[in-house]
T-cell receptor, first 112, second 116 residues
């Protein structure tokens, strides 16, 4: 079974600084998708960024970017210029197909 | 609608009672997913629908759990004879198609179920 591991239960970052959240996964598939979701206290899961495994180029979305290492099965999220509104639980997810597996999450605290 | 909606937002029930959780997906989305999030945990995939059919029900925790979707829209997750370990947040998501595993899923706000 595919598993997703987030080894950092909690992380903190100073406002305006950069933080990287780690994620590794296990799969025997070659074609799949990876996601980072953000869940603020409101419980609403919000897509942050997605990456297609067949694309070598790392996905970016404004201040959010990923470091996708397919051979190492690693998919880290970098948040640049951290803002107070970035504070939330962040979940890494894998899907192939329709069966989406989530990591246990990393709670990010942003210090003013 | 503007987004995925779920009702009720909170449900408190007594052990042994049945509960129904509702999900109303984004209009036009053909795929619908149910997840369970226990306190402090990640999301556990339960079931997905393509249209009205659920090709894979193996994620449902027990035979007390069932789900249906009618008219390719609203879905109901039913838990019979609830147990305390069923207490969790139940999240629903929808996506445009089932043609690709990478279709972005849009989540509802969830239903927090508490079984006393």
């Amino acid at each position: 079974a595919q598993t997703v591991t987030q080894s950092q239960p909690e992380m903190s970052v100073q406002e305006a600084e950069t933080v990287t959240l780690s994620c590794t996964y296990d799969t025997s598939e070659s074609d799949y998708y990876l996601f980072w979701y953000k869940q603020p206290p409101s419980r609403q899961m919000i897509l942050v960024i997605r990456q297609e495994a067949y694309k070598q180029q790392n996905a970016t979305e404004n201040r959010f970017s990923v470091n996708f290492q397919k051979a190492a099965k690693s998919f880290s999220l970098k948040i640049s210029d951290s803002q107070l509104g970035d504070a939330a639980m962040y979940f890494c997810a894998y899907t192939h197909p329709f069966d989406m597996r989530f990591g246990a999450g990393t709670r990010l605290t942003v210090k003013p | 609608g503007a987004g995925v909606s779920q009702s009720p937002s909170n449900k408190v029930t007594e052990k042994g009672k049945d509960v129904e959780l509702r999900c109303d997906p984004i209009s036009g989305h053909t795929a619908l997913y149910w997840y369970r999030q226990s306190l402090g945990q990640g999301l556990e995939f339960l079931i997905y629908f393509q249209g009205n059919s659920a090709p894979d029900k193996s994620g449902l925790p027990s035979d007390r759990f069932s789900a249906e979707r009618t008219g390719g829209s609203v879905s109901t997750l039913t838990i019979q004879r609830t147990q305390q370990e069923d207490s969790a947040v139940y999240l629903c998501a929808s996506s445009w198609t089932s043609g690709g595993a990478g279709d972005t899923q849009y989540f509802g706000p969830g239903t927090r179920l508490t079984v006393l």
